[in-house]
């Protein structure tokens, strides 16, 4: 299997997804100039009534400026901006969703191509119940749908699947689509959920994937909150810039005073833990609510774990289990000091940052030998789920990319401790072929509608193929990559 | 890049340390099995009887419900040689003084 195609089951070849590609581009381009017929028509017509209203009113008593105002400007906002102004600000937050789409269906920002998936995503911003449960098949996988995604699986509280879409989007490859309006309103919606649950660091993650006033001012919200360096001129100016401005005065107005007070200090909420027990729960803590976790800061955890757990310290339990009448009180010992190193391990898998090549203390040896074990059974076990000749029309592209947005966080995660050698062991005793094959057959059953995750799944599948020096599977995945591309335009 | 198995993990791990038995009836880690009962005894008539106080327990990191369910499977944990040893090994590195207020 070395291009494109390659795993084409034999009952989708009767009619293959080109032949219905083609149809779908021919109905798309008759409803493209359609539409572009009755935009003409609509704004020629405005354009005129302005024009002849204004015209005869003034009476040539209009400047240059006043007349570029009213025969430029405002017909240029009318027409480009203020379609999608009205959809996204005005008919989709009083859920007037046929308004909304009517908007986008006149805003020149928005693809024709893009109505369905908008359609999903203000589904799930109006928490319309069914949502993307279903998955219909018509919808496409693109920059919508994800973040339609990303945003129901946040409200859901599945935070890890909300961080792995977000975590796609800002590294999508060159040339993968991400509208503008996407980017505005659509992270926007995902950066006011984590907000309102004052998750500052999702609040900071989903931020970066985006663009607008709103965005920007939360974004700067959460990390003064956080104790960075917020000057209250900045947050009073974006707070005057942005949306909203009622709902986040209360707050800029609290940090803008704290700013003024007192310098700010790094999350002065949280106490300093004495105990090395206090620090490990910690660290618990800040992993379950998906705080980014630093591998040195795991393995100095680990260092303090070292006299807690150490031979001597076993001994002591092993005294007091005899006071309390534990039979096999050294195993039990013993089991104390494994809980702790499995669950170090678990904060390493997790935690960002390469792992240290040169061991601090005895622990750190024995912690990496089992993060890196736990890493390649996540591999080998998530690898497990993807079957070519079970990829059928009822996998919905997003859940095939969903699956595979799991194996590549497992993947990107293990690269940072497993090493170049252990990987391409994996890479060519299945990950290769087996991923590859999916990839191919997701792209065949669903063809268009796949193709920007098609895109996506290839590029990534090109690079970790160089990483691990395949060049055979860089050079076909590459040209898959492009043909996914050309086929998501 | 945060795994949902991950965070389902850790969230189970940090649920099973915060409610540590010797945290949840609020005794000493040496405290012996009479007073642990009598202690039990006293919070699940508490509970019973709608006292405020007695709904939340304090942990390092902040107060937790204290429910008639969990008093009485921290007593029952207690009651357990093997799983008091490994509950109070924990429970010694978590009592009061574990944190330090800023």
């Known amino acids: 299997m070395t291009t494109f195609g390659a795993t084409i089951p034999s009952q989708l070849r009767a009619r293959a997804p080109q032949s219905r590609d083609a149809d779908l581009v021919g109905r798309a381009g008759a409803r493209a100039a359609v539409r572009l017929l009755i935009w003409l028509a609509l704004w020629a017509t405005v354009l005129r009534n302005i024009g002849a209203s204004v015209g005869t ?147 900071t993650r989903y931020a970066r994937l985006g663009q607008g006033r709103l965005i920007a001012l939360l974004a700067l919200v959460a990390r003064a909150t956080r104790g ?27 940090l803008a005073w704290r700013g003024r007070t007192a310098p700010a200090s790094a999350d002065p909420a949280a106490p300093p833990h004495a105990t090395v027990h206090a620090r490990h729960v910690a660290m618990l803590e800040a992993a379950a609510r998906h705080e980014e976790i630093r591998s040195e800061d795991v393995m100095a955890l680990a260092a303090a774990w070292q006299p807690a757990i150490d031979d001597a310290a076993l001994a002591a339990t092993h005294a007091r289990a005899l006071g309390l009448g534990v ?100 890479w060519r005793t299945g990950v290769r072929d087996r991923l590859w094959g999916y990839c191919c057959a997701v792209s065949h059953v669903h063809g268009a509608h796949a193709a920007w995750a098609a895109h996506a799944m290839f590029d990534w599948l090109a690079d970790r193929a160089e990483y691990v020096g395949d060049m055979v599977a860089v050079l076909a995945n590459r040209e898959n990559a492009r043909i996914a591309q050309s086929l998501a335009r | 890049m945060i795994d949902a198995d991950d965070a389902d993990d850790f969230e189970n791990l940090l649920r099973e340390r915060l409610a540590n038995p010797f945290l949840v009836l609020a005794v000493a880690p040496a405290a012996a099995i009479a007073e642990i009962e009598r202690q039990g005894q006293r919070l699940l008539a508490e509970l019973a009887a709608g006292l405020e106080g007695a709904r939340r327990y304090a942990t390092p990191f902040g107060p937790r419900e204290r429910t008639p369910e969990l008093v009485r499977s921290a007593i029952a944990e207690l009651r357990d040689p093997a799983r008091r040893l490994a509950h109070e090994w924990w429970a010694r590195g978590l009592g009061p003084s574990s944190s330090v207020a800023a």
Request: proline fraction near 7%; charge should be positive.
């Open chain 1, 228 to 254: 960075e360096e917020a000057p209250p001129s900045s947050l009073w100016t974006r707070w005057l810039a942005a949306p909203l401005r009622r709902t986040t005065l209360p707050l800029v107005r609290a």
């Open chain 1, 57 to 203: 009113w003034a009476a040539g008593s209009l400047g240059v400026c006043v007349t570029f105002l009213v025969a430029v400007v405002i017909p240029m906002w009318l027409f480009v901006v203020f379609p999608s102004w009205l959809a996204f600000r005005f008919a989709a937050p009083r859920g007037m969703r046929r308004l909304a789409l009517a908007a986008c269906w006149m805003s020149p920002l928005v693809r024709l191509r893009d109505l369905p998936s908008i359609a999903a995503f203000l589904d799930v911003v109006a928490d319309r119940p069914g949502t993307l449960s279903g998955f219909p098949t018509q919808l496409p996988v693109d920059a919508w749908t994800a973040l339609a995604a990303a945003l129901q699986a946040d409200r859901r509280r599945s935070f890890a699947l909300a961080a792995r879409i977000v975590d796609a989007l800002a590294h999508l490859p060159t040339g993968a689509r991400f509208p503008w309006l996407a980017r505005v309103h659509g992270v926007e919606a995902l950066v006011i959920s984590a907000f309102e649950r004052r998750d500052w660091p999702a609040t």
């Open chain 1, 327 to 426: 039979r096999d009180g050294a195993a039990r010992a013993q089991a104390l000091r494994e809980q702790v190193l499995d669950e170090l391990a678990l904060l390493l898998v997790r935690a960002q940052g390469e792992q240290p090549r040169a061991p601090a203390h005895p622990f750190a040896e024995t912690l990496a030998r089992r993060a890196r074990e736990t890493e390649v059974a996540r591999i080998k076990a998530l690898l497990a789920a993807f079957d070519a000749d079970r990829v059928g029309p009822s996998l919905h592209p997003l859940a095939a990319w969903e699956r595979w947005l799991a194996l590549r966080a497992a993947w990107e995660r293990a690269e940072q401790s497993v090493g170049r050698a252990a990987l391409a062991t994996l």
